[in-house]
């Protein structure tokens, strides 16, 4: 059974410099604070593949893994899915940056996900796990987005 998780989040900071720097995926351990680091893979103008690699969990075991993403500058959207074993069965993700009034920004992702059969945690749980998970690192998004965009007007940069 698919599972359909939507979290969003407004950052007070102008849609160019949000879509800017959420698409920066060199920057993603800065920026998101789950990944220790990133690897490009491939990329072909707007789609790419990349490893992530999370910091050691509490046991000492780091967990890696590969996304596909196809991005679409014009409407600020992408589509993402994960590739490979994990817990998950499958996970597609959906995000968009919308413009509030030149000065704030709508980011919102869409996931879609579903355990597989083997896994000893339900959809429930993850669901659970991933929605607390998602809503923290755009909090953290949000954040440090925002330091940029401060920065930028104290320096006389705009957004």
Known sequence: MAVHITNEVLIGAPVDLTWRLANDI????DLFGEYASVRLLHRDGAASRFQLTAPPDARGRVLTWILEQLSDP??????????GPGPLEQLSVRWSCAGIGGVATRLCWIQDFAT??????????MMSHL?????????????????????????????
Do not use: N
């Open 131 to 159: 929605d607390f998970g998602s809503s923290t690192r755009l909090d953290l998004l949000r954040r440090r987005i925002e330091s940029v965009a401060r920065a930028q007007r104290l320096a006389g940069g705009g957004g």
């Open 26 to 29: 060199g920057h993603w351990p």
């Open 74 to 83: 014009a409407r600020r959207t992408v589509h993402a899915r994960r590739i």
């Open 116 to 125: 597989r059969p083997d896994t000893p945690i339900d959809d429930a749980a």
